[in-house]
Nanobody, 122 residues
Framework: VQLQASGGGLVQTGGSLGLSCAAS????????LAWFRQAPGKEREFVAA????????FYADFVKGRFTISRDNAKITAYLQMNSLKSEDTAVYYC????????????????WGQGTQVTVSS
């Protein structure tokens, strides 16, 4: 499975930004997709995950109510809509895939995409 993340950029505090993660490969549609992030000097952390059908989602507590994960299985693409952004959301965001969504909720994944930078300025 190959993952291509896009959509990062610079946004002001309180603003919104959307990320996309396009998955490809013969079995890509069977995979749960997730977003992680890593801020400078910090460890990578789980942000949100969505199951292969889209019916199950998990969120880290610090993004609940602000971020929404979704997916389009026709395009095998996951999206992360980020609203009410805070300076502490500044990080490199990575998309990931796993056959087991709970694996990603625990911080691991089978495949990783390249990161996309999100910078929230005050």
């Amino acid at each position: 499975v190959q993952l291509q993340a896009s959509g990062g950029g610079l946004v002001q505090t309180g603003g919104s930004l959307g990320l996309s993660c396009a998955a490809s490969g013969d079995t890509a549609s069977n995979y749960a997709l997730a977003w992680f992030r890593q801020a400078p000097g910090k460890e990578r952390e789980f942000v949100a995950a969505i199951g292969w059908s889209g019916s199950i989602q998990f969120y880290a507590d610090f993004v609940k109510g602000r971020f929404t994960i979704s997916r389009d299985n026709a395009k095998i693409t996951a999206y992360l809509q980020m609203n009410s952004l805070k300076s502490e959301d500044t990080a490199v965001y990575y998309c990931a895939a796993s056959l087991t969504i709970l694996k990603m909720k625990s911080g691991a994944a089978d495949y990783w995409g390249q990161g996309t930078q999100v910078t929230v300025s005050s």
